[in-house]
Nanobody, 123 residues
Framework: QVHVVESGGGLVQPGGSLRLSCAAS????????MGWHRQAPGKQRELVAL???????EYADSVKGRFTISRDNVQNTLILQMNSLRPEDTAVYYC?????????????????WGQGTQVTVSS
């Protein structure tokens, strides 16, 4: 099995920056698309940013020009650099990775989610 863990959340003032990281562990053989999602209280979870295995990216309109997604395929990490943060960016942020791994006997595919990290933007 593989595990995905986020880090880097916290409290920041409006206009500030945060950098979220997501690390995957396990006997990973292939890493496909990865993304960051967020869920604010009382709202549905939404896709914030997506990056393909080839490096193509897509962003929600609300974060374009402020957030940057990147990946390190050697380190099995996913990064979300968030600048010019606004109170409406407050949410729990989740990392998502499409991973193929070897469990000792078989190849497995897992749509892996982290436990989430809280981002709060407030003065």
């Amino acid at each position: 099995q593989v595990h995905v863990v986020e880090s880097g959340g916290g409290l920041v003032q409006p206009g500030g920056s945060l950098r979220l990281s997501c690390a995957a562990s396990g006997n990973i053989l292939r890493k496909d698309a990865m993304g960051w999602h967020r869920q604010a209280p009382g709202k549905q979870r939404e896709l914030v940013a997506l990056i393909t295995s080839g490096g193509d990216t897509e962003y929600a309109d609300s974060v374009k020009g402020r957030f940057t997604i990147s990946r390190d395929n050697v380190q099995n990490t996913l990064i979300l650099q968030m600048n010019s943060l606004r109170p409406e960016d407050t949410a729990v942020y989740y990392c998502n990775m499409a991973l193929t791994y070897y469990d000792g006997r078989h190849l497995r595919f897992q749509d892996s989610w982290g436990q989430g990290t809280q981002v709060t933007v407030s003065s």
